[in-house]
């Protein structure tokens, strides 16, 4: 049964505009989430992370929001860069461990 | 640079061969872990290794066979594998383990099983 769900497989949007990638989880014990960013033919690079005691973090044009109630986060970047084409995946933690998505592939448009 | 090496970057070998896969972290962290990316599945945690020691052993198959000699390098040995084996293996260090942990991958290894 998967803890960290991205529902999403991929996501394509002009560049320029916002992008909206969306996370679900089921683990209540998770205390940090974070998000990966992963291009072609390499190793996946941190991003964005937020402890579950807050409900925003933002950094440059990435923020991460996160809903505890509903057990969902999401990462907007905004503006939309071509360079922003990669897939994303959404993490958390609890125990030590990491758990991850399967990753949303962003497509940003011309 | 990720300051994470991986090496071979691709790898094809047969169910009755043996390979091994290296990674070498140069970011003078303590924690290192093997992760299995699977098409359309999760990242996997495999095994976790801290300052050498095997901390995690995430029910993975006993052809399977890591080791950790130092901090810096992490071995994957491989044999009779089977073709669903086939994926790409992230190697990732960490400074600590049990604070927060922000990863660093490597490029990974591509492996084929035929």
């Known amino acids: 049964d998967q803890q ?20 679900d989880y089921t683990n209540s014990m998770f205390d940090y989430f974070l998000w990966y960013k992963k291009y072609p033919a390499e190793g996946p690079t941190f991003l964005i992370s937020i402890s579950s005691i807050k409900d925003k973090n933002e950094d440059g044009r990435f923020t991460v929001f996160l809903n505890k109630s509903a057990k969902h986060l999401s990462l907007h970047i905004v503006p939309s860069q071509p360079g ?20 949303t592939r962003l497509h940003i448009l011309p | 640079e990720t300051g994470v090496t991986q090496t071979p970057r691709h790898l094809v070998m047969g169910m009755t061969n043996k390979k091994s896969l290296k990674c070498e972290q140069h970011l003078g962290h303590n924690a290192m872990y093997w992760y299995k990316q699977s098409a359309k599945k999760p990242l996997e945690l495999m095994f976790v290794y801290n300052f050498k020691e ?34 790409l293996y992230l190697c990732a260090s960490s400074q600590g383990q049990g604070v927060l942990v922000k990863l660093f991958f490597g490029s990974g290894t591509q492996l084929s099983v035929l």
């Open chain 2, 54 to 87: 095997q901390t995690e052993n995430n029910s993975v198959p006993s052809r399977f066979s890591p080791e950790c000699p130092n901090s810096s390098h992490l071995f994957l040995h491989l044999h009779t594998l089977q073709p669903e084996d086939s994926a």
């Open chain 1, 84 to 103: 922003d084409s990669a897939v994303y995946f959404c993490a958390a933690r609890a125990d030590d461990k990491i758990i991850f998505g399967k990753g």
């Open chain 1, 4 to 23: 960290v769900k991205q529902n999403s497989p991929s996501l394509s949007v002009q560049e320029g505009r916002i992008s909206i990638l969306n996370c």
